[in-house]
Structures are given as C-alpha cells and as structure tokens.
C-alpha cells in the first residue's frame, strides 16, 4: 500500500500501538482519503505528536449501544475495527486549527489501552488486517451497474444531482470507497462498510443500506405515483 510518500508492504511496516481519533459516522477506507478539521487541543496535540513521529493516526467509531460487539473487546468505549490512516497533507488555519487529510493504509483491530504519562490522547495497541497491504482489490468483481443504478434512485429519490461524467471516469474501486465514505447514513452502516471482506461485499453492503433506506422513506412519504 502507497500512502504519500511512504509504502506500507509487510508487518514491520506498522506500528504495534497509534494514537486513536474517535469519530462517531466518519469512515477511512485502505487507500481513500479524508479530510479533516481538528480543533481540540487534545487532538491538536495527538497531530503534533504523530508529525514528529511516523505521521499515523487511527481512526475508530466509538462503541455502537446497538452493536452486539459493544462492550465486549478489549477498549469497551470504542468499536472493535478501525482503519490506520497517514497525515498527507496539513494546513494551518491562523485561528488554531488544522485542516489535514488521512490517506487510508490499512484496517486494524483494537488492542489494549496504553496508558501514556502526560499525553492528553488515548493509545491502543493494534493488530493489523495486512491483507490490505498486498496488492490492491480494483473491483473486477463489483457490480458497477447495479451500484450505479442504487446510486441513481437515491439522487432522484432525494432530488440531487451529480456529475455523471465523473462518476463513469472513477474507478470502480475509487467509487465504491467514495461512495461509501459520502453515503449519509449512521455509525452502524459506516462500521458494516469499513469492516466489508472486500469491495464487492462493500459495494453489495452499500447497495442493500441504500435499498432499506429508499424502502424506509417510500413508508413514510406514501408510495410514489409515476
């Protein structure tokens, strides 16, 4: 796996313990980036720190109250799989903050809380999925169409628009993790996605959410005459 300018190939290549960033709804996926806007001094902190180290940060959903795996790993505030994500850009605001993107590395599951005199962030220790440091899944067996066409009835269901031209440009790999890190729905959808075996379930996950969520809204506006 390329993030930036450092390649992550084997097991040595990641650290046994990160810092961890919760962020209920926010999903990371292996080799898509996300941009985000920190502002709390703890976080700020936990940024300074991995700019002067390896420049990796873990990014976790806090633990889900309806997940049957809440409360049973080893951190019980926090969900069992996250995804291990590398500082590639940064920008200072002038008002305290930073504006920084994570490249994706890998997955990784949740270990053991570190307890670190002085620092103001959690540390965990973490295993990681190295299957997503071997070469990458491009999506040979991803239903592009079917997830297009899902793609679509949400728009017109939701009367937005998009730029069909880059979107028949993207990858199907690009377009499934993009789609699923925009899609608009819960922490527990986001978890389903990250945790995903690969991109055709991932893309098969996104389809069947989105499914449930245009049938949800068909109950509660009545049915659509056409």
Same mark, same amino acid.
């Given at each position: 796996?390329?993030?930036?300018?450092?390649?992550?190939?084997?097991?040595?290549?990641?650290?046994?313990?990160?810092?961890? @960033?919760? !962020?209920?709804?926010?999903?990371?996926?292996?080799?898509?980036? !996300?941009?985000?806007?920190?502002?709390?001094?703890?976080?700020?902190?936990? @940024?300074?720190?991995?700019?002067?180290?390896?420049? !990796?940060?873990?990014?976790?959903?806090?633990?889900?109250?309806?997940?049957?795996?809440?409360?049973?790993?080893?951190?019980?505030?926090?969900?069992?799989?996250?995804?291990?994500?590398?500082?590639?850009?940064?920008?200072?605001?002038?008002?305290?903050?930073?504006?920084?993107?994570?490249?994706?590395?890998?997955?990784?599951?949740?270990?053991?809380?570190?307890?670190?005199?002085?620092?103001?962030?959690?540390?965990?220790?973490?295993?990681?999925?190295?299957?997503?440091?071997? /070469?990458?899944?491009?999506?040979?067996?991803?239903?592009?169409?079917?997830?297009?066409?899902?793609?679509?009835?949400?728009?017109?269901?939701?009367? !937005?628009?998009?730029?069909?031209?880059?979107?028949?440009? =993207?990858?199907?790999?690009?377009?499934?993790?993009?789609?699923?890190?925009?899609?608009?729905?819960?922490? =527990?959808?986001?978890?389903?996605?990250?945790? /995903?075996?690969?991109?055709?379930?991932?893309?098969?996950?996104?389809?069947?959410?989105?499914?449930?969520?245009?049938?949800?809204?068909?109950?509660?506006?009545?049915?659509?005459?056409?």
């Amino acid at each position: 796996m390329q993030v930036g300018n450092k390649s992550y190939r084997v097991e040595t290549d990641i650290p046994e313990q990160v810092p961890v @960033f919760p !962020l209920s709804g926010a999903l990371l996926l292996p080799g898509a980036q !996300l941009p985000l806007n920190i502002f709390e001094p703890r976080y700020l902190a936990m @940024f300074d720190d991995a700019m002067s180290s390896n420049r !990796l940060i873990g990014v976790i959903q806090p633990a889900l109250t309806d997940s049957k795996a809440a409360g049973k790993g080893p951190v019980e505030d926090l969900c069992q799989v996250g995804c291990l994500g590398r500082i590639t850009s940064f920008a200072e605001t002038g008002d305290g903050r930073y504006v920084i993107t994570l490249g994706g590395v890998c997955r990784f599951r949740i270990g053991a809380e570190l307890e670190q005199a002085g620092k103001p962030y959690r540390i965990c220790q973490i295993s990681a999925f190295l299957g997503d440091l071997e /070469a990458r899944d491009r999506g040979a067996e991803v239903d592009r169409k079917a997830l297009l066409d899902s793609f679509k009835a949400y728009l017109e269901a939701n009367d !937005l628009e998009a730029d069909w031209s880059s979107v028949e440009r =993207a990858s199907t790999e690009s377009l499934v993790n993009s789609l699923s890190m925009m899609s608009p729905y819960g922490p =527990a959808e986001k978890q389903a996605l990250l945790e /995903a075996d690969n991109l055709k379930v991932r893309a098969e996950t996104l389809i069947a959410i989105t499914e449930i969520a245009l049938a949800r809204d068909s109950d509660e506006h009545g049915p659509v005459l056409q």
